[in-house]
């Protein structure tokens, strides 16, 4: 099982990045991919997740500004992230559940290594 982030990198306030998770060796479409982010001195947190059934999960802090998708037939999930602050600086994973989003990153049972997302002038 593999999952593989990629898409990150360093962005002025305001602008935008798409991140993609990648997955291999599992059958990605009865999986939830959930996005976690931390920041340094920070503990991780939650920034969205879609669930198999294409349901899909915001926190209030990315909620307008960051769009979640998916594409089986690629077996990628996407993060798109408009309207970048400061505070979204950090490193951002995906992780995978079975079926449905979980509340919390414990409860995921496959994580990605992470990509850094820096928002700064």
């Known amino acids: 099982v593999q999952l593989v982030e990629s898409g990150g990198g360093l962005v002025q306030p305001g602008g935008s990045l798409r991140l993609s998770c990648a997955g291999s060796g599992f059958t990605f479409d009865d999986v939830a991919i959930g996005w976690f982010r931390q920041a340094p001195g920070k503990e991780r947190e939650g920034a969205s997740c879609?669930?198999?059934?294409?349901?899909?999960f915001y926190p209030d802090s990315v909620k307008g500004r960051f769009t979640i998708s998916r594409d089986n037939a690629k077996n990628t999930v996407f993060l798109q992230m408009n309207s970048l602050k400061v505070e979204d600086t950090g490193v951002y994973y995906c992780?995978?559940?079975?079926?449905?989003?979980?509340?919390?990153?414990?409860?995921?049972?496959?994580w990605g290594q992470g990509t850094q997302v820096t928002v700064s002038s």
């Open positions: 879609i669930s198999a059934a294409g349901n899909t």
């Open positions: 992780a995978a559940a079975e079926f449905s989003c979980r509340a919390t990153g414990p409860e995921y049972d496959y």
